[in-house]
C-alpha cells in the first residue's frame, strides 16, 4: 500500500507509471508530473477505470474513501463512472436551475448561428418582458398559467405580434431545457391558441407623388437636426434600399462618383438574405447612384468625422445612427402612420410601375422588382441584375427627378462651418478640374500642330 510520502516524493519519469495502492486504487504519475487518482473495476465482464481526482488536491485518504464507496455502488450494480457523469449533469442542471439562468445559457448557445442584430433583439425582448416575471423561478416549475399572464401583459400593450413572438422565444427556452435534462414539459407551446390574434400590418407608406414630395421638405425644415440623420433620410429616399442597409454605408462601397456610372456596391453581407448567401460575394447589390444620390453621399462624406461609416451616430461617431433614427425623425416631423423609412420602397414600387402602365413598359415592372433587390431565385438573378443597369440608372435618375424637385441642394444639410469647408474643397476640386482640362486642351493643340506637320512634309 502506498504512503503520503511516496505520493508525494514520486517523480516524474521518461513515461506515465502507475504506483499501485490497493483494491483496485492507484496514482497515475505522467511524464508531464501531473499526478492523478484512479480505479480499476470490472463490469458485466468488462474492464473500466475511474477518475477520482488529481493529488494532492485529492489525499491518500480521501482517494480511498472514494474508493470504497464506487465499490459499494458495484455490489448495488450501478456503474461508478457513470453515477460521476450523472452527478455532473445535476451540478450543472442545478446551477441552470432559474429561467433566466436557463435562457441565458440557451442564448449563449444560439446566438452563433443567427444574424447579430437579431440575437441583440431577442434578448432585449427576454430582458425587458420576460425576466422580471418569469426569470428567478426555478424552470421545472413554470406553468402554462404562470407563461400566459407574462404574454397577456405584452398584448395589454396593444403589441400582439410582438406577443406572438415573445411567446416563440420562451417555447424554444423550454425546447433547449427538455433536451438538456432541465425540464420535462413546454408550457409555453400549449397556450399557443390562446394568444389573441394578430394579423401582419403594412408598412405606412404615401403612394401619391403629390403628397410624398412633402415629405423631405418637412422632415428637413426640422429645427436642430443632426446632419447625418437629415442626408441618411435623402439617400434612403433616392435609392430605396433597406433602412438597415443604409444606417451600415461605408466610403469604401462607393465607386466612380465623379465618372458617369457612379454606383452604390453593397456587399452580401449586408443584405436580406439567406446565412448561405450572405456568405457568397456573388451576392452583392449594385446601386446605381442618381446625380442628386451622388450629391448626398458626397456631402455625408465630406462631414463625417468616421473613417468607414457615412453617417456616424450623434453620440458614438464609432457607431452608426440607431435603427429608430429615421423612424423617430419622421413621426417627429408629423407622419407618423403615414410613412416610415422602409415606405419609400412601397412609394417607389408604386409610382414607377403606375409609370411604367402609363408609358406601356411591360418590362420596367421586372426591373423595378431588382432595384428593389426582389431577387427570383436561379442563377440569371445576378445577371439580369448587370444586364439592365442601363435602364436601372435611368429609372433611378427620374424617380430622383420627381422626388427632388424644388429641394435645396444635400449641403444645405450641414452645419454652416462644414458648408464653408466644403465649398472650398467645391473650389478647389473646380480649380483641379479647369487646369486638367486646359492642359488636355494644349496636348491636343500641340498634337494637332504636329499631325499638321508630318501631312505638310
Same mark, same amino acid.
Not at 220 to 240: F, G
Not at 254 to 280: N, Q, V, Y
Given at each position: 500500500?502506498?504512503?503520503?510520502?511516496?505520493?508525494?516524493?514520486?517523480?516524474?519519469?521518461?513515461?506515465?507509471?502507475?504506483?499501485?495502492?490497493?483494491?483496485?486504487?492507484?496514482?497515475?504519475?505522467?511524464?508531464?508530473?501531473?499526478?492523478?487518482?484512479?480505479?480499476?473495476?470490472?463490469?458485466?465482464?468488462?474492464?473500466?477505470?475511474?477518475?477520482?481526482?488529481?493529488?494532492?488536491?485529492?489525499?491518500?485518504?480521501?482517494?480511498?474513501?472514494?474508493?470504497?464507496?464506487?465499490?459499494?455502488?458495484?455490489?448495488?450494480?450501478?456503474?461508478?463512472?457513470?453515477?460521476?457523469?450523472?452527478?455532473?449533469?445535476?451540478?450543472?442542471?442545478?446551477?441552470?436551475?432559474?429561467?433566466?439562468?436557463?435562457?441565458?445559457?440557451?442564448?449563449?448557445?444560439?446566438?452563433?448561428?443567427?444574424? =447579430?442584430?437579431?440575437?441583440?433583439?431577442? /434578448?432585449?425582448?427576454? %430582458? @425587458?418582458?420576460?425576466? #422580471?416575471? $418569469?426569470? *428567478? +423561478?426555478?424552470?421545472?416549475?413554470?406553468?402554462?398559467?404562470?407563461?400566459?399572464?407574462?404574454?397577456?401583459?405584452?398584448?395589454?400593450?396593444?403589441?400582439?405580434?410582438?406577443?406572438?413572438?415573445?411567446?416563440?422565444?420562451?417555447?424554444?427556452?423550454?425546447?433547449?431545457?427538455?433536451?438538456?435534462?432541465?425540464?420535462?414539459?413546454?408550457? =409555453?407551446?400549449?397556450?399557443?391558441?390562446? /394568444?389573441?390574434?394578430? %394579423? @401582419?400590418?403594412?408598412? #405606412?407608406? $404615401?403612394? *401619391? +407623388?403629390?403628397?410624398?414630395?412633402k415629405v423631405l421638405?418637412?422632415?428637413?425644415?426640422?429645427?436642430?437636426?443632426?446632419?447625418?440623420?437629415?442626408?441618411?433620410?435623402?439617400?434612403?429616399?433616392?435609392?430605396?434600399v433597406r433602412p438597415?442597409?443604409?444606417?451600415?454605408?461605408?466610403?469604401?462601397?462607393?465607386?466612380?462618383?465623379?465618372?458617369?456610372?457612379?454606383?452604390?456596391?453593397?456587399?452580401?453581407?449586408?443584405?436580406?438574405?439567406?446565412?448561405?448567401?450572405?456568405?457568397?460575394?456573388?451576392?452583392?447589390?449594385?446601386?446605381p447612384l442618381s446625380?442628386?444620390?451622388?450629391?448626398?453621399?458626397?456631402?455625408?462624406?465630406?462631414?463625417?468625422?468616421?473613417?468607414?461609416?457615412?453617417?456616424?451616430?450623434?453620440?458614438?461617431?464609432?457607431?452608426?445612427?440607431?435603427?429608430?433614427?429615421?423612424?423617430?425623425?419622421?413621426?417627429?416631423?408629423?407622419?407618423?402612420?403615414?410613412?416610415?423609412?422602409?415606405?419609400?420602397?412601397?412609394?417607389?414600387?408604386?409610382?414607377?410601375?403606375?409609370?411604367?402602365?402609363?408609358?406601356?413598359?411591360?418590362?420596367?415592372?421586372?426591373?423595378?422588382?431588382?432595384?428593389?433587390?426582389?431577387?427570383?431565385?436561379?442563377?440569371?438573378?445576378?445577371?439580369?441584375?448587370?444586364?439592365?443597369?442601363?435602364?436601372?440608372?435611368?429609372?433611378?435618375?427620374?424617380?430622383?427627378?420627381?422626388?427632388?424637385?424644388?429641394?435645396?441642394?444635400?449641403?444645405?444639410?450641414?452645419?454652416?462651418?462644414?458648408?464653408?469647408?466644403?465649398?472650398?474643397?467645391?473650389?478647389?476640386?473646380?480649380?483641379?478640374?479647369?487646369?486638367?482640362?486646359?492642359?488636355?486642351?494644349?496636348?491636343?493643340?500641340?498634337?494637332?500642330?504636329?499631325?499638321?506637320?508630318?501631312?505638310?512634309?
Open positions: 500500500m502506498l504512503t503520503d510520502a511516496a505520493c508525494r516524493k514520486a517523480k516524474p519519469g521518461d513515461r506515465d507509471r502507475k504506483m499501485a495502492d490497493s483494491g483496485g486504487l492507484f496514482l497515475l504519475v505522467k511524464a508531464s508530473g501531473l499526478k492523478s487518482w484512479r480505479m480499476k473495476y470490472r463490469l458485466h465482464g468488462r474492464e473500466k477505470q475511474l477518475t477520482i481526482g488529481r493529488y494532492p488536491d485529492v489525499s491518500l485518504s480521501t482517494a480511498r474513501e472514494k474508493r470504497d464507496a464506487a465499490k459499494r455502488m458495484l455490489q448495488e450494480g450501478r456503474d461508478p463512472s457513470a453515477e460521476k457523469k450523472l452527478a455532473r449533469a445535476r451540478a450543472a442542471a442545478d446551477a441552470l436551475n432559474s429561467f433566466e439562468a436557463c435562457a441565458r445559457a440557451w442564448h449563449e448557445q444560439r446566438q452563433s448561428a443567427l444574424n =447579430a442584430r437579431y440575437a441583440g433583439q431577442i /434578448l432585449d425582448r427576454l %430582458e @425587458a418582458d420576460v425576466f #422580471p416575471r $418569469l426569470g *428567478k +423561478l426555478p424552470i421545472r416549475e413554470i406553468t402554462p398559467p404562470l407563461v400566459l399572464e407574462c404574454i397577456r401583459a405584452i398584448e395589454a400593450r396593444g403589441s400582439r405580434e410582438m406577443a406572438h413572438r415573445v411567446r416563440m422565444h420562451i417555447s424554444d427556452v423550454f425546447v433547449w431545457g427538455i433536451a438538456s435534462g432541465l425540464c420535462e414539459q413546454d408550457p =409555453a407551446a400549449i397556450i399557443r391558441k390562446a /394568444l389573441m390574434p394578430h %394579423e @401582419a400590418r403594412l408598412r #405606412p407608406a $404615401l403612394v *401619391k +407623388l403629390s403628397e410624398l414630395r421638405p418637412s422632415a428637413e425644415a426640422q429645427p436642430d437636426i443632426y446632419w447625418a440623420t437629415a442626408l441618411a433620410s435623402r439617400l434612403l429616399a433616392l435609392t430605396v438597415g442597409v443604409l444606417r451600415l454605408a461605408e466610403r469604401a462601397e462607393f465607386e466612380d462618383l465623379d465618372g458617369e456610372t457612379p454606383i452604390w456596391r453593397i456587399p452580401a453581407a449586408k443584405m436580406k438574405l439567406s446565412r448561405e448567401r450572405k456568405k457568397d460575394a456573388a451576392f452583392e447589390f449594385v446601386v446625380r442628386q444620390a451622388v450629391a448626398t453621399v458626397k456631402a455625408a462624406m465630406a462631414a463625417s468625422p468616421n473613417e468607414a461609416l457615412l453617417f456616424p451616430g450623434i453620440g458614438d461617431r464609432r457607431k452608426p445612427i440607431s435603427d429608430s433614427t429615421l423612424s423617430k425623425f419622421y413621426r417627429s416631423a408629423g407622419f407618423q402612420d403615414r410613412h416610415c423609412p422602409h415606405g419609400w420602397r412601397s412609394s417607389f414600387s408604386t409610382i414607377m410601375n403606375e409609370r411604367a402602365a402609363i408609358e406601356d413598359r411591360e418590362r420596367d415592372r421586372a426591373i423595378i422588382d431588382l432595384m428593389l433587390a426582389h431577387v427570383s431565385e436561379g442563377v440569371e438573378a445576378a445577371y439580369n441584375r448587370a444586364v439592365y443597369m442601363p435602364r436601372r440608372r435611368e429609372l433611378a435618375q427620374a424617380w430622383a427627378d420627381l422626388i427632388t424637385k424644388d429641394l435645396p441642394p444635400p449641403e444645405q444639410l450641414l452645419p454652416a462651418p462644414l458648408r464653408a469647408q466644403e465649398a472650398g474643397h467645391d473650389g478647389a476640386r473646380r480649380s483641379k478640374a479647369d487646369r486638367r482640362n486646359r492642359d488636355e486642351d494644349a496636348r491636343s493643340a500641340g498634337q494637332s500642330r504636329t499631325e499638321e506637320a508630318v501631312v505638310a512634309r
